[in-house]
């Protein structure tokens, strides 16, 4: 599968960095102000060191048309596509990458994602919907990994669960990872494994989840007749 292209068009850039420094571990104080494609505006403001490379920023970002990202993402799962998705932002990022093979990251503050529509392209019909989903109180860490959220909430999240002909749910085709057309490995003779411990997850606490007004529709086309 071809990787799309990753189009984003951002204009009346205003960028300005201060304190610029020959010594390359020396942190530059950095603001950035941009149009986001159609409509969104990304706003940067803090710190950053090039070598290696580390960074705080107080981030603020508001109706971010973030298709193009969830195509470059999500390229694999070729029966779905997202067609409309707008990201609101507003926190403080650090990113820390001195520790070659182990970046350290975190991020708090609050996210959200407006106006989000996808297509079930196996049944050519609407997939998921909603107007507003939002996450705030968000205090995320990676190395070592965790996520705490106060609240999260979605508004008129809009979804249609089909049962096929076939008796195939496309909530399970649509998201389906796509082979790469490469044809299957021949069958390997059979060996003694030893199975590995699990691996722990990392620590998720959200406070509170809220929905409101939701409408979830079922079709069966499996059983005849429906």
């Known amino acids: 599968t071809r990787t799309p292209a990753l189009k984003l068009a951002l204009s009346a850039l205003d960028l300005k960095v201060r304190g610029y420094a ?20 990304l706003a940067l403001r803090g710190s950053v060191s090039p070598q290696p ?3 705080k920023l107080a981030i603020s970002a508001s109706r971010l048309d973030i298709v193009p990202l969830i195509a470059q993402a999500t390229e694999r799962y070729d029966e ?7 990201l609101d932002a507003r926190g403080d990022l650090a990113v820390d990458l001195s520790r070659a093979g182990k970046p350290k990251a975190s991020y708090k503050g609050q996210l959200g994602v407006a106006d989000f529509t996808s297509i079930d392209l196996i049944n050519d019909t609407d997939f998921v919907r909603w107007r507003q989903f939002a996450l705030s109180r968000i205090d995320a860490k990676l190395n070592p990994t965790s996520l705490v959220v ?4 979605i508004a008129g999240l809009q979804t249609r669960l089909i ?6 749910l496309n909530l399970r085709e649509v998201t389906r990872e796509q082979s790469d057309g490469a044809p299957p490995a021949p069958a390997a003779k ?6 590995a411990a699990p691996v722990a997850l990392p620590p ?8 409101s007004g939701a ?12």
């Open 150 to 153: 106060g609240d999260a909430a």
């Open 215 to 226: 409408d979830i529709r079922y079709s069966d086309r499996f059983i005849r007749p429906n």
């Open 80 to 86: 779905i596509s997202v067609t409309r998705a707008r």
């Open 22 to 41: 020959s010594d390359s571990r020396a942190p530059r104080e950095l603001e950035l102000n941009t149009n986001w494609n159609k409509g969104g505006t």
């Open 163 to 168: 049962l096929d002909s076939q008796g195939r």
């Open 204 to 211: 998720v606490r959200i406070g509170r989840i809220s929905v």
């Open 53 to 55: 490379l580390s960074a």
């Open 190 to 195: 059979p060996t003694v494994t030893t199975v």
